[in-house]
């Protein structure tokens, strides 16, 4: 007898989840702003002037905008400070840092938060070699145009990534895309007195090496090299593209000068300004350490998702081409097969009912109604609290059997029809399902082979009218009946659904009847059969029509159970990947595609829908829509050919978009739950949806046949 003691689902996981995503939603938005502000310093236009003092136009690169009048420094004759934007880079930084140290010289190194935080060990480095640290913003972005949030939180987040990395603060800033003071114009000067009232000093150029340009070694050399004996602060970078030229340029300009007497110094230490530069306390320091984990978790998530992005897409295309290969297969196969002997040994169709009054009726009147002869049917009541069985025994129906039990699940009633059944070949159906009547008769002539010992129905949502069943709809045909194509030519079926299936009775009681430790005792069942050596097939004209969830919450319980049945069955029956035979090509062909499709390709799918958001917000939106389009047709062809092949109507293709980015994400997260739950050890009870007796085939495609 199974345990039905139950470990209750673990409920803290869902904050853990909800937690989860939102951490990686910041993380990914930090990645995405982090990634999407950069650009290379460049030549700018200069727009009006008129509110820039003459005092600033005219003097000197370093400006202490905090008083009511603007002070501005030069540097001492024949004193040069070298600066660099836009690092550090891992790969010029370190070289330019070593040849600063061949010639015994320091220099200021205007860094970015985002390269910082990505780089804390080389901005630690630049510290502890005796350079100066400045802030150039946290993602270059041009201070005169951004607003007074954006530039408070641009600067604050560097002097963070700055403080975590070397333990120390600087007041020195120069804003991206500067240059001289005669080219600060009315924005930039109000950007400066920003800058001024939060206590800082704003460092320009005075010669613009323009090594961005990359003209060469000659030119980069001659613009870093001054006219005259008065000094300056030269612009240079160690970032954004090769900087072979710059370093090259270096071992030129130093040496040349340093033979006429010039000396070489840091911003502060050339312009004699004392207190830019001081260590930070812990708490601030720690806070940056905060800020440097946040970025390289964004960007090793971005990174992951790319990889991710990449193996949902490699998993959409292998099984785009393996269902419609396997698929054209069947199809000519279903065509040859027709040939064989016509199956009319007498059937027993066993339905499990429990609280099914809604529906059951119809489930009875549309299995009496079959075109085969003789067909006998056994409902077990499973301790119904409504009128089920009430209803079943007014019928008075002379081939109709009705049996009580005590509730005792769904494979224990289907154990008792199976022990009451006289017939060798048994179809179980759902209380909620209505049969074609040419159901029965089709879906048992595979029997003719005696190798095959069941054989998978065609179920069809009937309540398709709105949206939630619309989706449902749609995936049914596409996903579960173009899947039981490609399992049928694999000889690896997985599942016969509840909603329809038939069996040898002789091969199910040898097992000792319908597994009852697993939720997904259909799915056990039919694992089972193929371990002891049976073939399953798919029989697709035989089709039922079944009542699908009506709201979220019954989805939800819905594929919660099967999920996580489903990987409890896969679980038991892991042991048939080392197996031969039948049992081997279920383990090494349909386990392995269950795993692949059913669990990792909906956990994976998202992050094409993820990918898709956040490319539209980093520059690269045609890209990024490019490729969630080319992920949504390899789901529409598959779907055309499907709908044609059970011959319905294309039209509930045009919800397919939609149901990527809503339905797709409720099965993720059921997959999710299922597999946390899983991990947990939990065990579920069996979730009874509300019936509401919609099980009928839509009225328009009782009219078209």
Not at 72 to 95: I, M
Not at 658 to 679: K, P
Request: charged share 20%; net charge neutral.
């Amino acid at each position: 007898m199974p345990d039905h003691r139950r470990l209750p689902p673990p409920k803290a996981h869902w904050a853990l989840l909800a937690t989860l995503l939102f951490a990686v939603t910041v993380l990914l938005g930090l990645n995405t702003l982090v990634e999407g502000g950069f650009a290379a310093d460049g030549a700018v236009s200069a727009g009006a002037a008129g509110e820039v003092p003459a005092a600033v136009r005219d003097g000197g690169p370093i400006i202490d905008p905090r008083g009511d009048e603007p002070v501005t420094s030069r540097l001492r004759p024949k004193t040069l400070a070298l600066t660099f934007d836009d690092g550090p880079d891992p790969e010029w930084t370190p070289r330019i840092l070593a040849a600063l140290e061949r010639h015994g010289v320091h220099a200021t190194f205007f860094v970015t938060g985002a390269q910082v935080a990505r780089h804390p060990g080389l901005a630690a480095e630049i510290a502890e070699r005796g350079h100066e640290l400045g802030n150039h913003t946290a993602t270059h972005t041009d201070l005169g145009a951004a607003g007074d949030v954006r530039a408070k939180i641009e600067l604050r987040a560097t002097d963070l990534a700055i403080a975590g990395a070397s333990g120390t603060g600087t007041s020195l800033v120069r804003p991206p895309y500067s240059s001289t003071t005669d080219a600060v114009d009315d924005a930039g000067w109000r950007a400066a007195r920003r800058l001024g009232g939060e206590g800082r000093v704003v460092v320009l150029s005075e010669l613009d090496s323009q090594d961005w340009r990359r003209a060469g070694v000659d030119a980069i050399a001659a613009a870093a090299t001054p006219r005259t004996d008065e000094g300056a602060v030269v612009l240079m970078h160690d970032a954004g593209g090769d900087r072979s030229e710059t370093l090259a340029a270096l071992d030129r300009v130093i040496p040349g000068l340093q033979a006429k007497g010039w000396r070489f110094d840091t911003v502060s230490g050339a312009a004699g300004l004392s207190g830019s530069t001081a260590a930070v306390d812990g708490l601030t320091r720690f806070g940056g350490w905060l800020l440097i984990a946040a970025v390289q978790t964004g960007d090793a998530l971005a990174a992951v998702l790319g990889w991710l992005l990449i193996a949902a897409s490699v998993l959409a295309v292998l099984r785009t081409a393996l269902v419609l290969v396997t698929t054209a297969i069947h199809v000519r196969r279903g065509r040859t097969d027709r040939t064989r002997p016509p199956v009319r040994e007498p059937v027993t169709v066993i339905v499990p009912a429990y609280n099914e009054e809604a529906g059951i009726e119809a489930t009875i009147r549309s299995i009496l109604a079959s075109d085969h002869h003789p067909t006998w049917v056994i409902v077990v009541d499973d301790g119904s609290t409504d009128g089920t069985a009430d209803v079943v025994e007014r019928l008075g129906l002379r081939r109709v059997k009705l049996i009580r039990q005590r509730n005792a699940g769904k494979p224990a009633a289907l154990n008792t029809g199976l022990a009451a059944a006289r017939t060798e070949l048994v179809v179980m159906v759902d209380g909620d399902t209505v049969l074609e009547p040419g159901t029965v008769r089709t879906v048992i002539q595979p029997f003719a082979d005696p190798s095959i010992g069941a054989v998978s129905g065609n179920a069809k949502v009937a309540n398709r009218g709105g949206l939630l069943g619309g989706w449902q709809h749609i995936e049914y045909v596409i996903g579960f009946n173009l899947d039981r194509r490609m399992y049928d030519v694999g000889e690896c079926m997985p599942t016969v659904p509840g909603a329809v299936g038939a069996f040898r009775r002789s091969a199910v009681l040898a097992l000792g009847g319908v597994p009852e430790d697993t939720l997904a005792e259909d799915t056990d069942l039919t694992m089972a059969l193929e371990r002891d050596g049976w073939r399953v097939v798919y029989e697709q004209e035989a089709r039922a029509w079944t009542e699908a969830p009506a709201t979220l919450g019954q989805l939800w319980k819905q594929r919660y159970r099967w999920c996580y049945g489903t990987l409890q069955a896969v679980w038991k029956h892991r042991g048939a990947i080392v197996a031969k035979g039948a049992a081997g090509r279920l383990g090494r062909r349909g386990i392995p595609y269950l795993l692949m499709f059913q669990v990792a390709l909906p956990v994976l799918a998202p992050f094409v829908d993820v990918a898709a958001i956040f490319g539209l917000f980093t520059g690269d939106a045609k890209t990024a829509l490019l490729y969630w389009s080319v992920f949504l047709l390899l789901q529409i062809v598959p779907g055309i050919i499907a709908f044609r092949l059970d011959r319905e109507s294309l039209r509930p293709l045009l919800f397919l978009p939609l149901q990527q980015f809503v339905y797709r994400q409720l099965m993720y997260l059921v997959v999710i739950q299922s597999v946390m739950t899983a991990l947990a050890g939990a065990r579920l009870p069996w979730h009874k949806l509300d019936r509401l007796g919609q099980s009928a085939p839509p009225r328009s495609l009782v009219d078209a046949e």
